[in-house]
């Protein structure tokens, strides 16, 4: 057993706990949350979802954060060509939380920002839902 300190109220807890005894946070959640984190990191993925503007992002997953990518759909689209994207992802509980910036040919510059519980996790693949029960793939690809 070892000591760990409480992401919400900073008391010392036992990492074997399933939540803090003083606040009640629940540490088994984030402990799983965080281990998905470190599948993305280093690799390239390929995440797909209906709530994507895009067919598909490809991104390779940053420890300090960032992630670079494409977002790839099909070159005649209208509204969203391919493109190049960088922005930030970070992990909190089982949530999986990316940001980055794009071009909409329609209005111009926009920003996307996907909040998405992961509930599956394998070495290769990961699913999860966002809040408007979306489905979200992603998949391994190097």
């Known amino acids: ?16 706990a399933a939540s803090c005894p003083k606040c009640g946070y629940p540490l088994r959640q984030e402990q799983q949350g965080k281990s998905f984190a470190e599948f993305l990191v280093g690799s390239q993925w390929e995440a797909r979802s209906a709530s994507l503007a895009a067919q598909s992002l490809q991104a390779n997953f940053a420890s300090d954060g960032s992630f670079d990518g494409i977002l790839n759909n099909p070159p005649g ?66």
């Open 1 to 16: 057993m070892a000591l760990i300190s409480c992401p919400e109220c900073h008391s010392q807890v036992s990492d074997l």
């Open 77 to 142: 689209d209208m509204i969203i060509r391919p493109q190049q994207v960088s922005g930030r992802w970070h992990v909190a509980a089982p949530i999986l939380v990316l940001t980055y910036n794009y071009t909409d040919n329609l209005s111009g510059p926009a920003r996307a920002e996907f909040e998405i519980e992961i509930t599956e996790v394998s070495e290769n693949r990961l699913s999860g839902i966002d809040k408007w029960v979306r489905l979200w793939e992603f998949q391994k690809l190097g």
